[in-house]
């Protein structure tokens, strides 16, 4: 499999000192980083030599519109108290502009870095030949996995607990494929792709996770039973590659009653795949029941290239600049960025301290119950490192 998956790393060195120390006291293996600089890729692209100095990466930041600016401050200070070795490029992409220049632009400095972190992209042109930011970022890079962990917060108050699910969703084609046309004046056709090729190499991602990651069941959410041919390819493809992985159950599910089930008893799931637009919803579902938009981190992952951000990929305009957006997410998608990277030591510090910050001192923004204001939050994460 093209794309090594995250996994635990070894018992980290004692937190004293943490400023001071480096990503070198991590095992020295090859990062997921190294590792997808190191495999061929699918789509036919002009590479571009990954920006790696003296230890340090460069990462392009796009803060996106809506609270994202403001979380990446956060991110920023975070990642200076503790010395991360990471070095931001940011792009701002204007979501009001009626071409893809800074798409492109910013497409070109992730190729150069192999790495990015973003916030949710805007783009309020109506216009049919502007394309969605997000989902060309994706599509471009063809990054056409995207990988959602969803676990129970013991510190916020939900209706359910003990959740521990992994949603796997394909990330370039179905829905997004960005394919309609007007047939004839009123009956607008929108095109559904869903391509062997895709959901091979999504389906081996999925299972290969399951086995690297001790899961033990892998289901794939579908709607076979009305779109036989897009998604009962999905599902055969998924059903053939379950063949090779004996030791990792697998079963199907429709998508209705999918959501219907996460709502009454999430714990029956472990990792989950589905195409693209179920995807986003059973992501925005899980994520509702685990405490909202403001906690969970999403990874995109291509054969060459990854991009981290919030989980619900919202905007959160309504709040921006207001000081009670959770940074909580943003936080968690840096942490994956770091061990993506393969600076295991930075990104347990964080870890940890946000562990603390949510689940012990109980910490919170409005939105998951609190009182606490944005910059509260993330004053306590720093307080909380190295403890």
Same mark, same amino acid.
């Given at each position: 499999m093209a794309v090594r998956l995250l996994t635990k790393a070894s018992l980290l060195p004692e937190l004293k000192n943490a400023v001071?120390?480096?990503?070198?006291?991590?095992?020295?293996?090859l990062s997921d980083f190294d590792l997808q600089h190191k495999t061929p890729v699918i789509r036919k692209q002009k590479m571009i030599p990954v920006a790696q100095y003296g230890g340090r990466h460069a990462v392009t930041m796009l803060p996106g519109g809506g609270i994202g600016p403001e979380c990446m401050g956060y991110?920023?200070?975070?990642? !200076? @108290?503790?010395?991360? $070795?990471?070095?931001?490029?940011v792009v701002d992409i204007d979501p009001n502009v009626d071409n &893809?220049?800074?798409?492109? @632009?910013?497409?070109? +400095?992730? !190729?150069? %870095?192999?790495?990015?972190?973003?916030?949710?992209?805007?783009?309020?042109?109506e216009a049919a030949y502007v394309t969605s930011r997000n989902v060309a970022l994706r599509n471009e890079l063809d990054m056409y996995a995207y990988v959602l962990n969803c676990k129970s917060f013991p510190g916020v108050a939900t209706r359910h607990k003990d959740i521990d699910i992994c949603i796997i969703r394909q990330n370039t084609e179905g829905e997004y494929a960005m394919l309609e046309h007007e047939s004839v004046h009123g009956v607008i056709e929108s095109m559904k792709v869903v391509t062997a090729s895709n959901s091979e190499r999504v389906a081996r991602f999925a299972f290969e996770f399951a086995k690297r990651n001790g899961r033990k069941k892998v289901t794939t959410?579908? !709607?076979? %039973?009305?779109? !036989?041919?897009?998604? /009962?390819?999905?599902?055969? +493809?998924?059903?053939?590659?379950?063949?090779? @992985? $004996?030791?990792?159950?697998? %079963? &199907?599910?429709?998508?209705?009653n999918c959501c219907m089930q996460l709502v009454a008893r999430p714990q029956q799931f472990d990792v989950m795949l589905m195409t693209n637009l179920y995807g986003s919803i059973v992501s925005n579902v899980v994520c509702g029941i685990?405490?909202?938009?403001?906690?969970?981190? /999403?990874?995109? @992952? /291509?054969?060459?290239y990854a991009v981290f951000e919030p989980g619900t990929r919202n905007t959160g305009t309504a709040i921006a600049g207001k000081n009670v957006a959770n940074p909580i997410a943003m936080i968690n998608a840096s942490i994956d960025m770091l061990e993506h990277l393969g600076h295991h030591f930075h990104a347990d510090l964080i870890r940890r301290a946000v562990d603390k910050t949510v689940n012990v001192d109980r910490v919170h923004t409005p939105d998951i119950g609190g009182t606490a204001t944005s910059t509260e939050v993330v004053k306590s994460v720093i307080g909380n490192i190295g403890i």
């Open positions: 001071f120390a480096s990503s070198a006291a991590a095992t020295a293996t991110v920023r200070d975070i990642f !200076k @108290y503790i010395g991360a $070795p990471v070095d931001f490029e &893809d220049d800074d798409v492109q @632009y910013a497409i070109t +400095t992730i !190729k150069r %870095n192999g790495v990015g972190l973003k916030g949710n992209i805007e783009t309020k042109s959410v579908h !709607k076979a %039973n009305i779109m !036989k041919l897009s998604d /009962g390819l999905f599902l055969e +493809t998924s059903r053939r590659l379950a063949e090779e @992985y $004996p030791e990792i159950e697998h %079963n &199907d599910m429709i998508i209705d685990l405490g909202g938009a403001g906690l969970l981190s /999403g990874r995109n @992952y /291509g054969d060459h």
